[in-house]
């Protein structure tokens, strides 16, 4: 069973493929959100150099947010086209920060996942790892950061994850020695972790149609469109 997955829901872009039981090919290049412009690409690469085609893969994953508006529009849009190019493949969705989470799988303890959403707000998933398994202990939520942090426990220690991850520990832990971030080389999003969350899900895998992002907070149209609405209100009083 071969599983393609593409993360685009941050400031990198990354491909990995798998076969379920070892990792065969990923790359993961820090865009700055020019995803468009080289993610498609990558996964021509991965293709040709593993030697498939889309006939052979199984399971296409994507990070389906939170992130980047654009970026995850962009991710969703090539797995939903290459499922529309191939009936038998099936797609997924993952949590970003869930697959954020098993980039920390070999820690044994609670893991934060966190983005940056703007100003005192963050994008946060609380997880918990035995080293084989993650398991959600937290919704993902859009939230202010004193809010979660501030009292926290952390008591048995906890590993922080994301984009956002040096900024919690140096704000709220940085005399904490309980609470660490994790290495450079795992912080930001790896298509492998994707691919591993992608089989923790696989019961819940389907066609293109299901496939959605979810990006936690409404849109800049949205809130505008609410903006347009609400003013139309005032208006007609």
């Known amino acids: 069973m071969h599983i393609l997955a593409i993360d685009t829901s941050g400031k990198t872009a990354s491909v990995a493929v798998t076969d379920g039981e070892k990792l065969l090919w990923e790359k993961t290049v820090y865009t700055k959100l020019t995803h468009s412009q080289v993610i498609l690409p990558m996964v021509s690469e991965a293709?040709?150099?593993l030697g498939l085609g889309f006939s052979d893969i199984s399971l296409a994953?994507?990070?389906k947010g939170p992130g980047s508006y654009t970026g995850l529009r962009i991710g969703c849009a090539a797995v939903k086209g290459m499922c529309l190019g191939q009936e038998s493949l099936k797609c997924i969705g993952?949590?970003?920060?869930e697959a954020l989470s098993f980039n920390c799988l070999p820690y044994v303890g609670r893991i934060a996942a966190v983005m940056f959403a703007r100003a005192g707000i963050c994008y946060a998933g609380i997880y918990e790892s035995d080293g084989r398994t993650i398991k959600g202990l937290r919704a993902d939520e859009v939230i202010k950061e004193d809010e979660l942090?501030?009292?926290?426990?952390?008591?048995?220690g906890l590993m922080l994850v994301g984009?956002?991850?040096q900024a919690i520990k140096d704000k709220f832990f940085a005399d904490d020695d309980r609470v660490i971030t994790a290495p450079l080389s795992v912080r930001l999003q790896k298509a492998?972790?994707?691919?591993?969350?992608?089989?923790?899900?696989?019961?819940?895998a389907g066609d293109a149609d299901g496939l959605e992002v979810s990006y936690l907070?409404?849109?800049?149209?949205q809130k505008d469109k609410a903006h347009s609405e609400n003013q139309g209100k005032e208006e007609t009083k």
């Open 47 to 49: 293709l040709k150099e």
């Open 61 to 63: 994953a994507i990070a």
């Open 94 to 97: 993952i949590s970003t920060l």
């Open 149 to 156: 942090f501030s009292d926290l426990d952390v008591s048995g």
């Open 163 to 165: 984009d956002h991850a």
């Open 192 to 204: 492998s972790s994707l691919c591993l969350a992608a089989v923790a899900h696989i019961d819940e």
């Open 217 to 221: 907070q409404a849109t800049k149209a």
